[in-house]
Nanobody
Framework: QVQLVESGGGLVQAGGSLRLSCAAS????????VGWFRQAPGKEREFVVA????????RYSDAAKGRFTISRDGAKSTVYLQMNSLKPEDTAVYFC????????????????WGQGTQVTVSS
């Protein structure tokens, strides 16, 4: 049974930082692309960042570039999302997901999803 468990969300003031984690089990972690998506109330789920199987490549949304950093630890089957200089518009539920495909921003290309972790940035 595949499980993705996100953690690390919370309430932070604008300009602050959070580090999200996504721990995977029940899969051969190294064979999957890992992405982070987010969904704010009343909005569609949007792509944030992805990391390739070997961690050689990363892809960031314009909103995340320069502020967020994704990394993966194969030994722990865990992906991290370091978020700095947070803004109120970053407020959303953040989801990690696994895909067999690299190079897409489409949530439909991601096969497995976690339950999400809430990030709230106050102004």
């Amino acid at each position: 049974q595949v499980q993705l468990v996100e953690s690390g969300g919370g309430l932070v003031q604008a300009g602050g930082s959070l580090r999200l984690s996504c721990a995977a089990s029940g899969v051969t972690f190294s064979t999957f692309v890992v992405g982070w998506f987010r969904q704010a109330p009343g909005k569609e789920r949007e792509f944030v960042v992805a990391v390739s199987r070997s961690a050689e490549y990363t892809r960031y949304s314009d909103a995340a570039k320069g502020r967020f950093t994704i990394s993966r630890d194969g030994a722990k089957s865990t992906v991290y999302l370091q978020m700095n200089s947070l803004k109120p518009e970053d407020t959303a539920v953040y989801f990690c997901a696994l895909s067999n495909y690299w190079g897409t921003y489409d949530a439909g290309a991601y096969r497995y999803w976690g339950q999400g972790t809430q990030v709230t940035v106050s102004s």
